[in-house]
């Protein structure tokens, strides 16, 4: 193992930032890519996600059920934020600081019906939870909390009143 001081910053090719001393399967993904890393693009569509069932959470209308939608979202965004953070948490102590992550504009997202954008966030998680090497299986058992809270919300938006 190498020690601290014999860890070198890297810098994002495409930004031109330093990133903090990570290690070296990170600094791989990152040179690959050229761009944000497929788990920063992960994280970021999952704080997307936090936000726009937060927004659609407000922007719930009084007809028949809509109580019931109003407190699936609310659900949702209140319940994903943990897993998110410890996610990110348990990736960051592992690979080093993320210091970019998509801008989250729910301009276009907030057009689409909520059932649409959680059914279409759960097959983005399915596939994209392969960004995560398969020997780091600690991850995998938080992506699959964020599934369980995808689907249940599905299931409140779809058959509750």
């Given amino acids: 193992m190498k020690k601290f001081s014999q860890v070198r910053p890297i810098k ?8 903090r001393p990570i290690n070296e399967k990170y600094q791989t993904i990152l040179e690959k890519t050229k761009s944000k890393s497929a788990p920063e693009r992960f994280f970021s569509k999952l704080f997307e996600s936090r936000e726009m069932a937060h927004v659609y959470h ?5 007809d028949m059920g809509s109580h019931a939608k109003h407190v699936a979202l609310q659900e949702y965004y209140e319940g994903v934020l943990e897993t998110i953070d ?9 690979f080093g600081i993320i210091e970019e992550y998509d801008v989250i504009d ?3 997202t907030g057009k689409v019906d909520p059932i649409k954008y959680f059914t279409e ?18 991850y995998f058992n938080l992506i699959d909390d964020i ?9 409140k938006l ?3 009143k």
Wanted: aromatic letters at 10%; hydrophobic letters at 35%.
């Fill in 12 to 19: 994002n090719t495409s930004s031109g930032n330093i990133l």
């Fill in 58 to 62: 407000l922007q719930v209308k009084g």
């Fill in 86 to 94: 410890d996610l990110v948490e348990i990736f960051q102590g592992q």
């Fill in 106 to 108: 729910t301009s276009s």
């Fill in 121 to 138: 966030l759960a097959d983005f998680v399915k596939t994209e939870r392969k960004c995560f090497k398969e020997e780091d299986t600690h």
């Fill in 147 to 155: 599934l369980v809270l995808i689907y249940k919300t599905l299931y």
């Fill in 158 to 160: 779809r058959f509750t």
